[in-house]
């Protein structure tokens, strides 16, 4: 699989587009990878960016910060020491604030935690501007808790040659390069409906396969089997 890097993706949208770098900057072009990468994203959960964070809670603290770079939060376990060696643990229920408000009224209560908010965004690239869980009740001892998390990768760059995407998804990066670059150049109608639906169709196969394929073995899930029309007799 030869994938794109940096400099071949921003030679290849220039091909395609037919302009050069006059027209098409490297401040536009990474502009350009930059949505397109923040698209895929959105569009479908990849298993290469699923990350874990580990801390212990504050006893009496009833919020805690989520990763740097954290696109959404997939869970919230809490064992039930200040260890991850000793101790089961239990996955907290994910809640609206307005719900733990109600169920805690008073957040000087405090026990072993049960639910989870969000709240204050989730997309900031510091563990300070990236949102924060709102806990219920307050941790009564510093729990060991783990935060399974998607997180923004690093996107391509002059300093960061290749990623996951650029080098496994490498026809769909490029259509969605492309339906922005038409975009920016106000170019023909149809060769940005043309390379939309190019895109679509890609993402469509990756989807099914971190959705799909991903999410299956054959030992528990059997073979995939395509039915075969045969003649009626």
Not at 87 to 115: F, M, R, V
Request: proline share 6%.
């Amino acid at each position: 699989m030869a994938g794109f890097t940096y400099t071949t993706l921003t030679t290849a949208i220039q091909d395609y587009t037919e302009v050069d770098s006059n027209v098409l900057t490297s401040t536009i072009t990474d502009q350009i990878i930059e949505n397109s990468e923040l698209r895929i994203l959105r569009d479908v959960p990849i298993d290469a960016y699923k990350k874990q964070s580990i801390g212990n809670l504050v006893t009496g603290q009833t919020t805690i910060n989520v990763p740097a770079k954290t696109l959404f939060v997939k869970g919230v376990q809490v064992y039930d020491s200040t260890s991850l060696s000793t101790g089961s643990n239990s996955w907290l229920e994910k809640k609206d604030e307005t719900y733990l408000q109600e169920y805690i009224p008073a957040e000087t209560s405090t026990g072993k935690p049960k639910y989870y908010a969000m709240f204050g965004g989730a997309t900031g690239v510091t563990d300070t501007t990236s949102g924060r869980l709102f806990l219920a009740p307050a941790p009564d001892n510093t729990y060991v808790f783990k935060i399974h998390y998607e997180a923004i990768p690093d996107g391509l760059s002059s300093s960061n040659a290749t990623t996951y995407i650029s080098q496994y998804f490498p026809n769909g990066l490029l259509y969605a390069c492309l339906v922005e670059a038409y975009g920016y150049l106000k170019g023909p109608i149809d060769m940005l409906t043309l390379y939309e639906n190019k895109y679509k169709q890609e993402v469509e196969k990756f989807a099914a396969e971190q959705l799909g394929r991903r999410k299956r073995d054959d030992y528990t899930d059997g073979t995939v089997r395509i039915p075969i029309p045969s003649p009626s007799p």
